[in-house]
């Protein structure tokens, strides 16, 4: 069992920059895939970025790419997301989730544990 807690979601203007925290319980932290999707109201889930286990290998969703960074340390069982040039369309509640296939996963539907979300807003 993980459990996830997002922090860090707020106001910002357009063109600002924000980090998302998610910090997750349990000692087995390395040995899942974490992901951070969003969803804004009245549209699906979506994903935004991907890490693996070891932190090697990152994922992104086209419209992020470029924009955003996701990375994690291990040692303080904490996944980020660096949100940079953020637009008006980046507002949505941001989820951090994990997947116990340890593969970077798309599909919201396929992943194990979620958090419960945090909120970002930008202003134009």
């Known amino acids: 069992q993980v459990q996830l807690v997002e922090s860090g979601g707020g106001l910002v203007q357009a063109g600002g920059s924000l980090r998302l925290s998610c910090a997750a319980s349990?000692?087995?932290?390395?040995?899942?895939?974490m992901g951070w999707f969003r969803q804004a109201p009245g549209k699906e889930r979506e994903f935004v970025a991907g890490?693996?286990?070891?932190?090697?290998?990152?994922y992104y969703g086209d419209s992020v790419k470029g924009r955003f960074t996701i990375s994690r340390d291990n040692a303080k069982n904490t996944v980020y997301l660096q949100m940079n040039r953020v637009k008006p369309e980046d507002t949505a509640v941001y989820f951090c989730?994990?997947?116990?296939?340890?593969?970077?996963?798309?599909?919201?539907?396929?992943?194990?544990?979620w958090g419960k979300g945090t909120l970002v807003t930008v202003s134009s």
């Open positions: 349990g000692r087995t932290f390395s040995r899942y895939a």
């Open positions: 989730a994990a997947d116990s296939t340890a593969r970077i996963l798309t599909n919201p539907r396929d992943m194990d544990y």
């Open positions: 890490v693996s286990g070891s932190g090697v290998i990152t």
